[in-house]
């Protein structure tokens, strides 16, 4: 989770396989001005278990 407390949400959904590190690029810039949540989706061996990205 990014963002200003009170930012009108946004939701990323990594595909199949992929990480929320995927949005790594844009996220900062989408979080400016909203709250947004990067997901892991479905469940491969690479996404399984604890997320590893840090949002600061």
Known sequence: M???VGGEPLLL???L???AD???LVRG???RDR???ALICGSTAATSGP???RWS
Do not use: I, K, Q
């Open 2 to 4: 990014a963002g200003p």
């Open 13 to 15: 959904l990594a595909a």
């Open 17 to 19: 396989g992929e990480s």
């Open 22 to 24: 995927d949005w790594a």
């Open 29 to 31: 810039a989408l979080a």
């Open 35 to 37: 709250l947004v949540y």
């Open 51 to 53: 997320a590893r990205t």
